[in-house]
């Protein structure tokens, strides 16, 4: 083989481990800090400030939907059903609510089978939608896989791991 092949095939080298090593820094990156996942959903109904065309000095109208002022029957809190926390609940209080191992998380899941940045739950016109954040091993709703965001109903079980919870009224 000629010198200058010889060169060609060491730089091919180097450069196909360059990407390699890249691309394991950026799959550890997204592991420890997460990846903001926001769905087409969540954007479509986000807030947005609505100026009235006879009065531009007026304030836009506020529309709520959290629990405390909907209309209809929403779930109050969050229950773990199975797991290491069985029995624990927390307050649905916010529009989102994420799910996983980080300890910034609002509901932290001590299990091997949880992401750091799991899942999340959002509300969204007065039903709570959930959203799998690109974890490893999934996240189930009545036993079917999550691909994309589901509405999540009263009572319906979700499980992360080896835990299980409900929205509960």
């Known amino acids: 083989?000629?010198?200058?092949?010889?060169?060609?095939?060491?730089?091919?080298?180097?450069?196909?481990?360059?990407?390699?090593?890249?691309?394991?820094?950026?799959?550890?990156?997204?592991?420890?800090?997460?990846?903001?996942?926001?769905?087409?959903v969540t954007r479509a109904n986000a807030p947005t400030k609505v100026s009235s065309p006879v009065l531009p000095t007026a304030p836009a109208p506020i529309v709520s939907t959290l629990p405390s002022e909907a209309g209809g029957v929403t779930a109050s809190r969050l229950e773990i059903t199975q797991g290491e926390r069985k029995g624990t609940s927390i307050r649905l209080d916010r529009r989102e609510i994420t799910i996983g191992r980080a300890e910034n998380s609002d509901l932290v899941i001590n299990d091997e089978y949880a992401s750091t940045h799991h899942a999340k739950l959002v509300l969204i016109n007065n039903e709570w939608m959930l959203q799998d954040l690109n974890s490893t091993n999934g996240t189930f709703v009545d036993d079917n896989r999550v691909g994309t965001p589901i509405v999540v109903k009263i009572g319906t079980p979700i499980r992360i791991g080896k835990t299980a919870f409900e929205l509960r009224a």
Do not use: E, H, P, T
């Open 1 to 40: 083989m000629s010198d200058l092949a010889l060169y060609i095939v060491r730089i091919a080298f180097l450069v196909v481990l360059w990407i390699f090593i890249f691309s394991i820094i950026s799959v550890i990156r997204a592991d420890l800090f997460g990846q903001k996942v926001v769905s087409r």
